[in-house]
């Protein structure tokens, strides 16, 4: 076992920028729109921007030599994951530029070898602040509806799609003094499907600034298990119902890392960095360009030993 100098950068990857988590891929950068009824050319017709917070509670950030799992995450199951931050009550991180760092433990030990995979624990519940200045005047879907180039978070609830006239994004003359957080909430992952208890989804591939990870995201409850037997549907249209009861509290994501983290005997600290840039995307109407909605896109994990 190695005893190892743990840095986490927050900010390290910082550039110009987990309803259900809306993994954008090559969506137009907002900064490129010319003007005010410019939209994307793709089909999820958004534009990716960095927010300006990012906060989630977050309870592990591992090392992992494989794919973490909720069965290989019990307790005395065999574990490919050795913690380098664990709070059992969470701790409230923002993952952008500037925000405060997660507390690692002060002596941890790695085994030597290969490490493909990382594993973060956070809670179902996050807020995001998001603010971008456009080249020209935008109109957002609010009620009544706001123009201006200066477009921020309004303090909604962006777990599902807004209805008409309820845009999670306001535009304006000039930016708030503090512009809102919008909530969101991840409970549902995975196909609406009879029978599905929408509690995980499998190699969902993320492009954030040029890099691109796979993960496997999991749905746990309090006593972190996987999710199950808390999910019907309506009989009508079909849309997923949570049972009051429902105790659905943790999001488990189980990355590959984009380059595997190698422990050598000459390894002497391993760097960390959560890469947010594009995290944000902003929604507009195709049938007008109207701005409609604001969406989360993931987080990637960095980690790299030297």
Do not use: W
Not at 32 to 41: E, F, I, N, Y
Not at 95 to 106: H, Y
């Amino acid at each position: 076992m190695k005893n190892l100098k743990i840095a986490l950068i927050l900010a390290a990857f910082f550039a110009t920028n987990i309803g259900s988590i809306a993994y954008s891929q090559d969506v137009l950068s907002c900064s490129t729109l010319r003007t005010g009824s410019d939209v994307p050319s793709n089909g999820n017709m958004e534009c990716k921007t960095t927010p300006t917070s990012l906060i989630f509670k977050i309870y592990e950030l591992s090392l992992c030599t494989g794919a973490a799992t909720p069965s290989n995450q019990a307790l005395g199951a065999t574990n490919p994951c050795t913690k380098l931050h664990y709070d059992v009550n969470g701790e409230d991180i923002d993952l952008t530029a500037g925000g405060a760092s997660i507390s690692l433990a002060s002596d941890v030990s790695l085994a030597e070898g290969t490490y493909s995979h990382a594993l973060l624990k956070m809670n179902v519940d996050f807020s995001m602040t998001t603010k971008f200045q456009f080249a020209a005047s935008r109109t957002a879907d609010t009620s009544p509806q706001t123009t201006g180039a200066f477009c921020y978070s309004n303090g909604s609830d962006i777990s599902g799609a807004p209805v008409s006239g309820a845009s999670h994004i306001t535009c304006g003359s000039a930016f708030p003094s503090t512009v809102p957080a919008s909530i969101d909430s991840i409970k549902l992952l995975g196909e609406e499907a009879i029978g599905f208890d929408m509690n995980q989804e499998i190699a969902i591939s993320t492009t954030l600034d040029g890099v691109t990870s796979v993960t496997d995201l999991y749905i746990l409850d309090t006593d972190g298990t996987q999710s199950s037997g808390d999910l019907t549907y309506n009989p009508s249209d079909g849309t997923p119902i949570l049972s009051g009861s429902s105790n659905r509290k943790y999001i488990m994501a189980s990355q590959i890392l984009a380059s595997p983290v190698v422990i050598s005997p000459s390894t002497s600290s391993v760097d960390l960095g959560i890469l947010v840039t594009d995290s944000s995307a902003i929604g507009f109407d195709p049938g007008n360009g109207n701005i409609i909605d604001n969406g989360f896109n993931g987080l990637i994990i960095q980690i790299s030993a030297n």
